[in-house]
């Protein structure tokens, strides 16, 4: 599966048939390669099991076939946002916020330029 999404042509075909069916001549349409080509890039589609292929009459309908893509999706996932990600940013937010609050000054406790005022007055 992984070498019939490789090839920038054929991710455009699936982005095609995202929106439903076409014929083999609706997408050849969308391309500045020869139908024959065309044609190769969506029987390879098709022996991935990415599209499946409809007879009607004497022209061919393609469309997504959502099965595999499920599988797919659940391996992308694991580069997304490696394990743990979120709890380490969460921690660190908390480290954040509690070294804020340690470092602002208590009410109580005179700024340096305000002992020197108290002197001089």
């Known amino acids: ?13 699936l982005v095609l048939l995202r929106d439903g069916r076409l014929s083999a001549g609706e997408v ?6 020869s139908r024959p080509a065309v044609s190769r890039h969506l029987r390879v589609l098709r ?3 990415l599209v499946r292929a409809e007879l009607a009459g004497r ?12 599988e797919l999706v659940g391996w992308l996932a694991q580069f997304a946002r490696p394990a743990g990600w979120e ?25 340096p330029q305000d002992i020197g005022e108290e002197n001089t007055a």
């Not at 022209?59 to 499920?70: I, N, V």
């Not at 380490?88 to 406790?109: F, G, H, I, K, Q």
């Open 1 to 13: 599966m992984a070498g019939a999404i490789a090839d920038p042509v054929r991710r455009e075909i």
């Open 28 to 33: 050849a349409e969308h391309f500045a390669i």
């Open 47 to 49: 022996q991935s099991g």
């Open 59 to 70: 022209q061919r309908f393609y469309t997504l076939d959502p099965e595999p893509f499920g």
């Open 87 to 111: 709890h380490r940013l969460d921690a660190l937010e908390t480290e954040v916020y509690r070294t804020r609050r340690e470092r602002r000054p208590s009410p109580d406790v005179k700024a």
